[in-house]
């Protein structure tokens, strides 16, 4: 006997085909038979699917999932979208280890700001067999973060490791890869990834590469601005440095050899909107005929995560509490602001005070929120650099999204063949206490409504593509992200014609609508929009290349 038998329903596959009209049965933890006119009778369980569409579950190919996961186990705001496997510990941060000194320090100030748990591990394994311990919702794959590797190493330091200290770096690297990982995500943009030269994240991605992992890279951007060491490898932009920083994405996968992926890709600020992409498409095209497996991931908005962009490198040099203290010296404060001030008021700025706008603040603040900083900084009566650099001295930062990205590009790259879909968001309560960016809880169903049903930007196969095997594929889960009898069963049903987001930039705690069935490794977990309290996702563990 089968588990479940969804009937009648418009199987979309996962490969870009066709749909066609079939039947699909689950038995255990697998997709048992896909076929027309299944029977019934053989089934404990039958699900009509009539009128609605039959998908792999998507696969959230950038996420910032590792501590959700362990916090809210049910990820509401993530499996009402579909998604049954999350891909996490992006831009250079492992919060799932490894975890000690300053790194340690760091994820456990993060979890005391946002979530009410113990951090109870400091390895990919033991945060492994946390997970299994408790259960959760959605498979979760995950990555050794740079950023969090150099912090249990040289701490907050803007130098150069010492070779004792890079080979200590390459081991932890090594052990969480053995351990199960599936890559090294760097994020030469934030502190301290962004103290790294480009030698020492190549270093890094060679240990990943012996393993066969990937990398993926939150791009640096603006990373080397303003630093006093210098010595980089290549010249920055005055106005922008994208197309440098995607050229170093590039570099870290042809000289470590493995593949490479641009993650959230966008085009920030004005000076890029609209005519930038094309070229920096042509970069990306030319290495991958030069063989190097490049991919990009995307996410459906013109909002980025980050209130501020722009705040200088140097003076964040030692960790949180020096920055403070620079803050609160007076010449240092004047300097800090002055940089600020050019890079959120000038044509540097990739998004300006009012496109700001304010999420999350303190008690004090509390109607800031939902406002954009030039609104908050004429109700304070100060200018929108003095507030935000006030909160930050005084550990009450203002956090929030700005306006960075233009909707035609957002198109281009959701067309581009080589983009996967990601969320850059977390797993978090239906009833999540914090404003946050509507991506965590809007992100694949606003790509089925919007550009999928009515503007026609994706055909619904290729959508699914980009939100499936894509993906999987990238990960080396071959035996998930396509409908196949013996694959796993993480399946997604939903009503093409009614499926859509209900999250808002200024009010995102919103579910979806439309999502009628998830199945996690053939557990029903979403039905009829209901999470059904089962817990069946599972860490998935890379598989160590052998020679």
Not at 129 to 137: T, W, Y
Not at 228 to 257: C, Q
Not at 280 to 288: N, T
Not at 516 to 538: M, P, Q, R, S, W
Request: aromatic residues 8%; hydrophobic residues 40%.
């Amino acid at each position: 006997m089968w588990d479940y038998l969804i009937k009648n329903g418009y199987v979309v596959d996962g490969t870009g085909a066709p749909w066609f009209k079939a039947d699909l049965a689950i038995e255990g933890e697998k997709i048992a038979e896909i076929n027309r006119r299944l029977p019934a009778s053989k089934a404990d369980m039958v699900l009509d699917a009539k009128g609605l569409v039959v998908s792999p579950g998507f696969i959230d190919m950038h996420s910032h999932a590792e501590i959700p996961f362990i916090a809210y186990p049910t990820g509401d705001s993530m499996i009402h979208q579909g998604v049954t496997t999350q891909f996490a510990c992006q831009c250079g941060t492992s919060g799932s280890g490894p975890l000690k000194g300053a790194a340690l320090e760091a994820i456990q100030r993060r979890v005391k700001l946002a979530h009410d748990i113990e951090v109870d591990w400091t390895t990919l394994a033991e945060y492994m067999a946390r997970f299994e311990r408790q259960g959760c919702s959605i498979n979760g794959a995950f990555q050794a973060g740079h950023g969090t590797i150099r912090l249990c190493v040289l701490g907050w330091e803007n130098r150069a490791p010492t070779k004792d200290e890079l080979d200590e770096m390459k081991a932890l690297v090594a052990q969480t890869m053995e351990e199960g990982a599936f890559g090294l995500s760097t994020g030469p943009m934030y502190t301290p990834g962004n103290y790294a030269e480009t030698d020492e994240l190549i270093e890094l991605a060679k240990v990943a590469a012996m393993y066969g992992g990937i990398h993926t890279s939150h791009d640096r951007r603006r990373g080397w601005e303003s630093d006093p060491r210098g010595g980089r490898d290549f010249i920055t932009t005055t106005i922008d440095s994208e197309i440098w920083s995607i050229m170093e994405v590039i570099k870290i996968g042809e000289e470590a050899g493995l593949p490479t992926t641009w993650t959230h890709a966008k085009a920030c600020g004005a000076v890029n909107w609209e005519k930038s992409l094309d070229q920096w498409f042509k970069i990306i095209d030319m290495a991958r005929r030069r063989g190097v497996d490049v991919a990009i991931d995307v996410y459906p908005w013109t909002f980025r995560g980050g209130i501020v962009r722009g705040f200088p490198t140097w003076a964040e040099e030692g960790g949180p509490e020096k920055m403070r203290e620079r803050l609160k010296d007076p010449e240092m404060y004047k300097k800090i602001r002055a940089y600020v001030k050019e890079m959120m008021e000038t044509t540097l700025a990739e998004h300006t005070w009012d496109r700001a706008l304010i999420l999350t603040a303190t008690e004090e603040d509390q109607d800031l929120v939902g406002k954009f900083m030039t609104e908050a900084a004429e109700i304070r009566g100060m200018e929108p650099v003095d507030l935000f650099l006030d909160r930050m001295k005084e550990d009450k930062e203002l956090g929030g999204i700005g306006q960075a990205m233009h909707e035609e590009d957002v198109k281009a790259l959701l067309k581009n063949p080589l983009s996967m879909v990601g969320t850059d968001g977390s797993p978090l309560p239906a009833n999540y206490h914090m404003l946050v960016h509507p991506r965590n809880y809007g992100t694949f169903p606003k790509i089925l409504r919007k550009y999928v049903r009515q503007e026609r930007v994706l055909t619904l196969e290729d959508a699914i593509r980009k939100m499936t095997s894509a993906g999987a594929t990238k990960l080396g889960l071959m035996d998930r992200g396509v409908l196949r009898p013996g694959f796993w069963a993480d399946i997604t049903v939903f009503d093409p014609l009614n499926v859509r987001e209900r999250a808002t930039y200024q009010d995102p705690i919103q579910l979806p609508e439309g999502i009628e069935y998830v199945f996690v490794n053939g557990t029903l977990t979403i039905e009829h929009d209901k999470h059904t309290g089962a817990l069946a996702g599972i860490p998935l563990r890379h598989k160590i290349a052998e020679d």
